[in-house]
């Protein structure tokens, strides 16, 4: 199965992103995306995204991380809720006394 996510490139303590098309069981680091969506910087560019191909694999069923989802939304590539991608809080566990 297919999947859009981010792959992190750059130096360190500057970070920025690309968008990639790659097989969900490898390794975003790996280097076998098969194609390039877009790069998302925070420092310099900003966000640039080859619209077009992103909606053609999002219509042959192609599914997208969480993240790369709130970035799609937030430059209105698709027009959806963003998904809360912050873990979820579990309250402690009260012992019990017998």
Avoid: C
């Amino acid at each position: 199965m297919l999947k859009i996510r981010l792959q992190r490139v750059g130096k360190r303590n500057e970070p920025s992103f690309r968008l990639i098309l790659v097989e969900s069981k490898r390794a975003a680091k790996g280097g076998h995306a098969h194609e390039i969506l877009g790069s998302h910087s925070f420092r310099k560019d900003g966000t640039i995204i080859k619209t077009d191909r992103v909606l053609y694999w999002l219509s042959k069923g192609v599914q997208v991380s969480d993240t790369a989802h709130n970035l799609l939304v937030s430059n209105k590539v698709i027009d959806a809720k963003k998904k809360n991608v912050l873990p979820k809080k579990t309250p402690p566990k009260k012992e019990k006394t017998a």
